[in-house]
T-cell receptor, first 116, second 115 residues
Framework: AQKITQTQPGMFVQEKEAVTLDCTYD???????LFWYKQPSSGEMIFLIY??????QNATEGRYSLNFQKARKSANLVISASQLGDSAMYFC?????????????FGTGTRLQVFP | EAQVTQNPRYLITVTGKKLTVTCSQN?????MSWYRQDPGLGLRQIYY???????DKGDVPEGYKVSRKEKRNFPLILESPSPNQTSLYFC??????????????FGSGTRLTVV
C-alpha cells in the first residue's frame, strides 16, 4: 500500500530564510504523482505544487520548489524567502489510482511557523 | 470563479440527529470525493464518485452515505451522527482520472461537532 511519511511535526523559520519540509513516500507503482498542500489556520486546503514521477525536472511554483529524489523516494518542499503568511500546516500527498479508485494519500503534516 | 462550495462551514449537532453537508462544484468535474481530517491522521477518504450515479467507499465509510444524482453535487449524509464523527470535512473534485497535473480542488471545509 502507498504511504506518505512526514517526520517533522513542527518547524520554525525566520522571515526571509529558506526552509525545507521533508516528505518520503512508499509505492510500488512506476507512475505516480506527488502533491503539496498548505492549510492555513482558516482551514482550507491550498494546492501548492505537483511532481510527476516521470518529470525530469524538479517542479517549481514561485517561491515553492520540490526537491524530488526518486531513488530515495523523497519529495521535500522548499520554501524560499519565507514570509509571515507562510505560517500554516503543510501536507504532502500522493495520488493513488487503480481501475476503480482515485484518491490522495496524505501524510500527517508539518506545522510551519515563521517568526520575524 | 472555479470552485468547490461546501455548506455549512461550521455545524454543531446532537448525537443521532440526521444531517447533510452539501458540496457543489462548477468545473464540470467527473470525479468528486469526501475526506475527513483528524489531528495526527492527516486526511482520509470517506467516499468517492467517478461520475453520476457511480459512488464507492473510501477508507473510512462507516456511518456515512453519499449520493451523486447530478454531476455538480455530491452531498455527504450522516444518518445518525456520533461524537467520533466530530471532524473537519473536505469535499474535493477533479477533472478525470487522467488529469494529475493540478490534483484536486478542495472546498473550504466543514467543521462538524457532534455532542
Amino acid at each position: 500500500a502507498q504511504k506518505i511519511t512526514q517526520t517533522q511535526p513542527g518547524m520554525f523559520v525566520q522571515e526571509k530564510e529558506a526552509v525545507t519540509l521533508d516528505c518520503t513516500y512508499d509505492t510500488s507503482d512506476q507512475s505516480y504523482g506527488l502533491f503539496w498542500y498548505k492549510q492555513p489556520s482558516s482551514g482550507e486546503m491550498i494546492f501548492l505544487i505537483y511532481q510527476g514521477s516521470y518529470d525530469e525536472q524538479n517542479a517549481t511554483e514561485g517561491r515553492y520548489s520540490l526537491n524530488f529524489q526518486k531513488a530515495r523516494k523523497s519529495a521535500n518542499l522548499v520554501i524560499s524567502a519565507s514570509q509571515l503568511g507562510d505560517s500554516a500546516m503543510y501536507f504532502c500527498a500522493m495520488r493513488e489510482r487503480t481501475y476503480n479508485t482515485d484518491k490522495l494519500i496524505f501524510g500527517t503534516g508539518t506545522r510551519l511557523q515563521v517568526f520575524p | 470563479e472555479a470552485q468547490v462550495t461546501q455548506n455549512p462551514r461550521y455545524l454543531i449537532t446532537v448525537t443521532g440527529k440526521k444531517l447533510t453537508v452539501t458540496c457543489s462544484q462548477n468545473m464540470n468535474h467527473e470525479y468528486m470525493s469526501w475526506y475527513r481530517q483528524d489531528p495526527g491522521l492527516g486526511l482520509r477518504q470517506i467516499y468517492y464518485s467517478m461520475n453520476v450515479e457511480v459512488t464507492d467507499k473510501g477508507d473510512v465509510p462507516e456511518g456515512y452515505k453519499v449520493s451523486r444524482k447530478e454531476k455538480r453535487n455530491f452531498p455527504l449524509i450522516l444518518e445518525s451522527p456520533s461524537p467520533n464523527q466530530t471532524s473537519l470535512y473536505f469535499c474535493a473534485s477533479s477533472l478525470s482520472l487522467g488529469n494529475p497535473i493540478r490534483g484536486y480542488t478542495f472546498g473550504s471545509g466543514t467543521r462538524l461537532t457532534v455532542v
